[in-house]
Each structure stands twice: as structure tokens, then as C-alpha cells.
């Protein structure tokens, strides 16, 4: 029998979570392009600012999904 805290760290470690974490740092990366295209203005500015923010949108919508199905799949699958 195994015992809770190896389970839960079994839990923790699933594949999912490391899909997560890559959404998370694809977000944070879209963000910062955003703010620099921001910052940067001119030409550049205006053409790459609210092509970043929109990519951040649909990429936050993206890692939101993920978590709720990993959310389901925990549920489902662990009680």
C-alpha cells in the first residue's frame, strides 16, 4: 500500500502539470513582448502591440482550458 504523501507527490508530477507550467511561461513571454512592443512605440508599436495582446488573450484562454481539464481528470480519476 502506498502511502499519501508518495501519492500525492505521484499526483503532483503528472504530465499535465508540465503542460501547465510550459502555458504559464508562453504566456509570460507573449506578456513581455506586449510590454515592450508597448514601450518600444513608433511603427513597431503600433503594428506588434495589440497583435501581443490578443495572442496573450487567446493564449491564457489555452492555459485556462488545461487547467480545468486537469482539474476534471484529478477529479475523475483520483477521487
Known amino acids: ?23 504559464l511561461a508562453v504566456v509570460f513571454v507573449i506578456l513581455c513582448f506586449g510590454i515592450y512592443t508597448l514601450f518600444r512605440g513608433g511603427d513597431f508599436g503600433r503594428s506588434w502591440s495589440n497583435k501581443a495582446m490578443r495572442a496573450r488573450v487567446v493564449a491564457q484562454f489555452i492555459v485556462i482550458l488545461i487547467l480545468v481539464a486537469a482539474m476534471w481528470w484529478t477529479k475523475a480519476h483520483h477521487g
Open 1 to 23: 500500500m502506498a502511502s499519501p504523501v508518495r501519492s500525492a507527490y505521484v499526483v503532483a508530477m503528472s504530465p499535465i502539470n508540465y503542460l501547465i507550467y510550459a502555458g
